[in-house]
């Protein structure tokens, strides 16, 4: 026996099929109308278009000497303690006054709004860096805007990911503030996977993408990993580097001497606008200074990074000395301490 549906039945089934097909007419047409060609993902145009449209336009000026140029992602490497929030504070603090440190020039020849995103210290720790017992807290001005995370933030109960929450809330904070230089201190607070590729690349779209939209001069600090003191700071020594370096436009790091205590260096990693002006060759000597109630770098000179590297064979520094006595307090094997500081174990028995 063969069953028919009613005529009814078919009808309906056919008036459903019907109006799900000129809905979906419908809303392909609605979206080619709504369609705008600066949202798509890729622009596309000649070549010769785009040598045109940029012809003429101003060259990107230097906010701080060749190490990082106005409307470009820079990223600030340094190991832990050497001075990237004393630095990274410093040169914000200059861009919001129009002073810079030395020995770098700048062309810019306005005040900028800073917005320095500060994920690292307490509102405490700040103030101790930037207050003297005698004359007081120091002036940064109305250009120099700090932001702190606050713990006792809204729950980001409509996000999936806690790091988006944070991005959003970062591009909420820019555009309230309306600033021109983004300073993020430090990048492994806005990405939880910053030291793999697989999380390294959406941050570093994302922030690509909000340097665009908003015409940003972004600044990111970023930590790396125990490093090999006897060799030169190279892209591999930052956490995740092999993707966070491919998306930077320019880069800079800082060492620490082992040859002078308490002098760092900074080198100039990547640029893509300029000459590398700060190479293994020509290195920039600073020591940390409190001048008056301002914490910052001192320029000293320059020299060959090289003769700042731990030499083998010779003594370690004072600081290494400090940090191995540190570590054997806390309890670590002199293996554990070796393979931590990255030298040898006879080196540390040498001075424990």
């Known amino acids: 026996m063969t069953f028919t549906q009613p005529p009814l039945i078919e009808e309906i089934r056919a008036e459903v ?3 799900t097909h000129r809905q979906r007419m419908q809303n392909s047409m609605r979206t080619q109308l709504r369609r705008n060609p600066d949202n798509d993902l890729f622009k596309i145009k000649t070549a010769d278009q785009w040598l045109n449209d940029d012809y003429g336009k101003p060259v990107a000026r230097k906010l701080i000497g060749s190490l990082w140029h106005e409307h470009e992602l820079c990223i600030l490497f340094a190991d832990t303690n050497l001075g990237k929030s004393i630095l990274a504070v410093q040169i914000g603090s200059g861009l919001a006054k129009q002073t810079m440190m030395e020995p770098f020039g700048s062309q810019v020849n306005e005040a900028l709004k800073v917005l320095y995103i500060d994920f ?29 995370f606050n713990p006792a933030g809204s729950n980001p109960l409509l996000y999936e990911q806690y790091d988006a929450y944070v991005r959003d809330n970062i591009e909420s904070a820019i555009k309230n503030t309306k600033a021109q230089v983004l300073i993020i201190d430090n990048i492994t607070c806005i990405g939880s996977q910053t030291g793999n590729t697989t999380g390294a690349l959406p941050l570093m779209n994302n922030l690509k993408a909000i340097k665009a939209k908003y015409k940003l001069s972004v600044l990111v600090l970023a930590h790396t990993p125990k490093r090999n003191v006897y060799r030169p700071i190279t892209v591999n020594d930052l956490q995740g580097s092999k993707m966070l370096i491919n998306f930077a436009d320019s880069a800079f790091a800082i060492g620490q001497s082992h040859i002078q205590p308490g002098v760092r260096y900074l080198k100039q990693i990547k640029q893509r606008n300029t000459a590398n ?21 001192e320029f000293l000179g320059y020299d060959q990074e090289i003769n700042h590297l731990q030499k083998p064979g010779i003594g370690i520094s004072e600081e290494h000395k400090l940090q191995i006595a540190e570590l054997s307090r806390q309890g670590l094997t ?12 006879a080196t540390v028995k040498r001075y424990n």
Not at 277 to 297: E, M
Not at 334 to 345: E, F, G, T, V, W
């Open 120 to 148: 690292e210290l307490s509102s405490a720790q700040f103030r101790a860096r930037y207050t003297h017992r005698e004359y007081g807290l120091h002036h940064f001005g109305d250009h120099f805007i700090r932001a702190e």
């Open 334 to 345: 002199k293996k554990q301490i070796a393979d931590n500081l990255k030298i040898s174990i």
């Open 17 to 19: 099929q019907a109006t």
């Open 277 to 297: 002006d700060y190479g293994g060759d020509n290195v920039c000597l600073f020591v940390i200074k409190q001048d008056v109630s301002f914490l910052n770098l």
